[in-house]
């Protein structure tokens, strides 16, 4: 179960630190003038929404789910399907997480990306090329994200700080990767029901997806 946690954990700091190069937008400047404005009003819609109920599924481990509630910058994240239960806790700028009886106190660095109001703030501030995609439901849009390498490579500045060794590995893994948002929302209200993270390796058996579905009215 450690393995899996540190698996879990290893994915969001890699969504934190993607300069793979992306291709450069496609479509007219009011096509992506457009897609931005939509992008801003989910984010918008999500982040005043409280609490906001969420869960998370890893795509290579389907049998575990995490379900959580974010309240402001605060949240819970609790395991389902797992031998040994999962919990983490941030409050303030304390990060707790209790596997079975133990317990231990993390940092924001060492997680990464772990909740809606992360990503959906990363998405605001990194966002580069967007498009529409298809949606399999009535009255559901989507659209996908990939992020701006220039600006994610800030971030990992930001996130590293001194730790010059830590900060090469990082970015000498995440050179390998894409990273692509998939958001689909309700055309009426703009209401997001479902977040897709997609990592893009250059070795496609190093692909992963993790999914988030929100549990809104």
């Known amino acids: 179960m450690r393995k899996l946690w540190w698996l879990f954990a290893l994915i969001f700091l890699l969504l934190g630190c993607s300069v793979h190069t ?8 009011s096509d992506q003038t457009s897609l931005r404005e939509n992008l801003n009003q989910i984010v918008k819609r999500q982040l005043d929404r409280e609490p906001l109920s969420f869960s998370i599924i890893l795509e290579d481990h389907s049998d575990y789910r995490f379900v959580g509630e974010q309240k402001g910058a605060d949240w819970t994240l609790k395991s389902e399907g797992t031998d040994e239960p999962i919990k983490l806790t941030k409050k303030g700028d304390q990060i707790e997480l209790v596997q079975s009886e133990n317990r231990e106190k993390l940092s924001q660095r060492q997680l990464g990306l772990i909740s809606p109001r992360d990503h959906l703030i990363l998405l605001q501030e990194a966002a580069g090329r967007i498009k529409p995609i298809p949606a399999s439901e009535e009255g559901i849009e989507g659209m996908e994200i990939i992020l ?3 600006k994610i490579g800030q971030i990992v500045e930001q996130q590293m700080g001194s730790q010059e060794t830590a900060r090469e590995v990082a970015l ?4 390998k990767i894409q990273v692509r948002y998939h958001l689909w ?4 209200d703009r209401e997001l029901t479902r977040m897709e ?3 893009d390796s250059t070795n496609p058996s190093s692909e992963k997806r993790v999914r988030y579905i929100f549990r809104n009215p």
Request: no cysteine.
């Open 22 to 29: 992306e291709p450069s937008p496609t479509g007219t400047i």
């Open 148 to 150: 701006d390498k220039g």
């Open 172 to 175: 000498n893994a995440s050179r």
């Open 185 to 188: 929302y309700r055309t009426r």
């Open 197 to 199: 993270i997609h990592l």
